[in-house]
């Protein structure tokens, strides 16, 4: 393959290289993203849906005045209760969502075990996302002790790393479903 602009002549063994790289390099860093992206999406729904079902649970929540005021009914007031609740525990940790979700109801599941490994995969993704995959501080403290890397490296996302990961968040979603549908 000659490029046009150019003039530079690609056989098929460079083209192959560089979609070799390509997969590993952005194609399973955007997969990886979007994983913690939909288990996160997963949590949050699961929590909205709960609070939907069980609004007594919202009871003891203070709300202002201005909220009452323009909501055209009960419902709305509500779920801009949820709403708000939901937001701000977006921003907690990840041992602080499940933690929420065992006060709505009783789950076993995740185990710490599996909270320490979804808090770094979030810590991963959050690094990614925010900062090019450059570790920094920030991920270092969020990750804890399953960190794998130390600040000033590049975050890479092993072949292993990835399906163990995607294999903890399917784990973890079908164990929690299970046992929240027990208890609906």
Known sequence: MTSRLTGTVTDHLVLAGRAERYVVGHLRSSVFQQLVSAFEDFVFDLLRLWLADHPGSLYRRQVDLETVLNAPDTAAVLHAV????LNELKYKRV???FAYLGKLV???????????GLTEAKASRDLLMHNKGAVNATYRAKAGPRARHQIGELLELPDQYFRDTATLVKQVID???REVAAKA
């Open 82 to 85: 949820k709403d708000r609740e």
């Open 95 to 97: 041992a602080d969502w």
């Open 106 to 116: 009783p789950v076993s599941r995740p185990t710490p075990a599996q909270i320490q």
């Open 175 to 177: 164990e929690v479903i």
